[in-house]
Nanobody, 116 residues
Framework: VQLQASGGGLVQAGGSLRLSCAGS????????MGWLRQAPGKERELVAR???????SYADSVKGRFTISRDNAKNTVYLQMNSLKFEDTAVYFC???????????RGQGTQVTVSS
């Protein structure tokens, strides 16, 4: 079972990026998917989560700026990031699972760097 993230990069503050994460090896439609991030010197945090039924949850720091969505037919979860801030700079990881923090499956990270 794998989760393959893509879409990271370098963007100026105020810009946008869209992350994608494609799952393989099983069907993910029955479990939650989401994104975590880890900045240098900081703990990993849950950024956004979407349940199997489509209910979304966001960290307070990204509410109103980030949107998570999923396409079950493609086994894929997306993270649209708008109005990016310097403090959004981090390695972003996609994840899936039955627990709140999506501990069951984790993909490799993709670097997002926001220049101020």
């Amino acid at each position: 079972v794998q989760l393959q993230a893509s879409g990271g990069g370098l963007v100026q503050a105020g810009g946008s990026l869209r992350l994608s994460c494609a799952g393989s090896g099983r069907t993910f439609s029955s479990i939650a998917m989401g994104w975590l991030r880890q900045a240098p010197g900081k703990e990993r945090e849950l950024v956004a989560r979407i349940s199997s039924g489509g209910t979304t949850s966001y960290a307070d720091s990204v509410k109103g700026r980030f949107t998570i969505s999923r396409d079950n037919a493609k086994n894929t979860v997306y993270l649209q990031m708008n109005s990016l801030k310097f403090e959004d700079t981090a390695v972003y990881f996609c994840a899936a699972g039955s627990s709140w923090y999506l501990n069951e499956y984790r993909g490799q990270g993709t670097q997002v760097t926001v220049s101020s």
